[in-house]
């Protein structure tokens, strides 16, 4: 081969790789402007945009239009041609695969097609529900009973694993450091999905609910998440009326900057580690660094997982007077409040004489 037909042949050669890369830059940029423009028209407010789950089946032979006409009708795409265009140039389209998908109205084309081509058909799931107030261990005993996975496996999980999250940072050793932080809610898993696999998605949910104006106003109180999170805990633990919770909240706060000890009996329950209807006098005695009836601080760390009413209370207290709450109805968990001890022991003597 000549010199000169070498030259011709790079020099084609380089038009094509130009060509394919403005080919590309303008697919993109297009893109982009399409995107903008639409959410532009649409001028929903963010409250207003509904994300759907939306089942679909890819039947076998479909093809690339097929597909996106599909999509395209559950509403999952807005434009057949951006998605048919992506799929052909970035080679997805010959390798989409037939089969029932759970997909939502919130994915991108590029994550659709994702899934599409990476036997991401739907697989067999199981729910769970995990309620406000549960330990660490709760939880696992939970997922063994339901047979989600086995209590030991979900504890080395917990306890032989780093996760990477911001509000995992500088945390103080302590037996489970990631108490507190497993979000309680309902959660649905594929069946297969591994111990390590649930972990990661309940600290995923916390990460969504503690957001960046939580940060925020934490850092404005002077305290830290893990501190948050650990009167978060208290709150869960010792209120069940939800417009009680900022109420309790201010009492922590005020007992804490008056130097007075907490006196909070879930974190004598805690350090303990057994449920008991009442607690006898020897038991707040007991040394543990989350007996709030002996040191005048909050615990060393979280003694249970709250949910986000808790943890908004925590960060948002009630400003008031008050420095002691006694239950008054233990059927609805009503608390009466009060700022003397004086007042709390009538209250309390009272009540209990009810009880």
Same mark, same amino acid.
């Given at each position: 081969?000549?010199?000169?037909?070498?030259?011709?042949?790079?020099?084609?050669?380089?038009?094509?790789?130009?060509?394919?890369?403005?080919?590309?830059?303008?697919?993109?940029?297009?893109?982009?402007?399409?995107?903008?423009?639409?959410?532009? @028209?649409?001028?929903?407010?963010?409250?207003?945009?509904?994300?759907?789950?939306?089942?679909?089946?890819?039947?076998?032979?479909?093809?690339?239009?097929?597909?996106?006409?599909?999509?395209?009708?559950?509403?999952?795409?807005?434009?057949?041609?951006?998605? !048919?265009?992506?799929?052909?140039?970035?080679?997805?389209?010959?390798?989409?695969?037939?089969?029932?998908?759970?997909?939502?109205?919130?994915?991108?084309?590029?994550?659709?097609?994702?899934?599409?081509?990476?036997?991401?058909?739907?697989?067999?799931?199981?729910?769970?529900?995990?309620?406000?107030?549960?330990?660490?261990?709760?939880?696992?005993?939970?997922?063994?009973?339901?047979?989600?996975?086995?209590?030991?496996?979900?504890?080395?999980?917990?306890?032989?694993?780093?996760?990477?999250?911001?509000? /995992?940072?500088? !945390?103080?050793?302590?037996?489970?450091?990631?108490?507190?932080? /497993?979000?309680?809610?309902?959660?649905?898993?594929?069946?297969?999905?591994?111990?390590?696999?649930?972990?990661?998605? @309940?600290?995923?949910?916390?990460?969504?609910?503690?957001?960046?104006?939580?940060?925020?106003?934490?850092?404005? !109180?002077?305290?830290?998440?893990?501190?948050?999170?650990? @009167?978060?805990?208290?709150?869960?633990?010792?209120?069940?009326?939800?417009?009680?919770?900022?109420?309790?909240?201010?009492?922590?706060?005020?007992?804490?900057?008056?130097?007075?000890?907490?006196?909070?009996?879930?974190?004598?329950?805690?350090?303990?580690?057994?449920?008991?209807?009442?607690?006898?006098?020897?038991?707040?005695?007991?040394?543990?660094?989350?007996?709030?009836?002996?040191?005048?601080?909050?615990?060393?760390?979280?003694?249970?997982?709250?949910?986000?009413?808790?943890?908004?209370?925590? /960060?948002?207290?009630?400003?008031?007077?008050?420095?002691?709450?006694? !239950?008054?109805?233990?059927?609805?968990?009503?608390?009466?409040?009060?700022?003397?001890?004086?007042?709390?022991?009538?209250?309390?003597?009272?009540?209990?004489?009810?009880?």
């Amino acid at each position: 081969m000549s010199k000169k037909t070498m030259l011709k042949m790079l020099y084609l050669l380089s038009k094509v790789i130009i060509l394919c890369v403005a080919v590309w830059i303008i697919f993109f940029v297009a893109r982009g402007v399409y995107d903008y423009s639409y959410k532009l @028209m649409s001028k929903k407010p963010a409250e207003d945009i509904v994300v759907k789950t939306v089942e679909v089946t890819v039947p076998k032979g479909a093809t690339s239009k097929d597909i996106a006409n599909i999509l395209h009708d559950n509403e999952l795409i807005n434009n057949t041609y951006y998605f !048919l265009a992506y799929a052909k140039l970035s080679g997805k389209g010959s390798k989409f695969q037939y089969g029932d998908y759970t997909l939502n109205t919130g994915m991108t084309e590029e994550e659709i097609a994702e899934i599409l081509t990476t036997n991401g058909a739907k697989k067999e799931t199981i729910k769970f529900t995990i309620p406000e107030g549960y330990t660490i261990q709760q939880i696992a005993d939970k997922l063994q009973k339901e047979k989600i996975c086995k209590s030991s496996e979900f504890m080395a999980a917990i306890n032989d694993v780093n996760y990477d999250y911001r509000f /995992l940072e500088d !945390l103080p050793d302590r037996n489970i450091k990631l108490q507190g932080y /497993l979000f309680p809610s309902t959660y649905e898993v594929y069946k297969d999905a591994s111990a390590q696999d649930i972990v990661s998605i @309940m600290l995923k949910q916390f990460d969504k609910v503690f957001k960046d104006e939580y940060y925020t106003r934490a850092e404005e !109180l002077g305290m830290t998440v893990d501190q948050i999170v650990t @009167m978060a805990s208290i709150i869960e633990k010792e209120v069940r009326v939800d417009e009680e919770r900022e109420i309790v909240a201010g009492i922590i706060y005020n007992r804490l900057e008056d130097g007075m000890k907490l006196q909070m009996c879930s974190t004598v329950m805690y350090a303990l580690d057994k449920r008991r209807d009442r607690l006898l006098y020897d038991d707040l005695e007991i040394e543990s660094p989350y007996n709030t009836y002996l040191y005048p601080e909050l615990p060393i760390g979280p003694i249970a997982n709250p949910g986000e009413r808790s943890i908004e209370a925590s /960060l948002y207290p009630t400003e008031s007077d008050y420095l002691y709450f006694s !239950l008054r109805n233990p059927e609805t968990g009503e608390h009466e409040f009060n700022t003397t001890l004086d007042a709390h022991n009538k209250v309390k003597g009272k009540y209990q004489n009810e009880f």
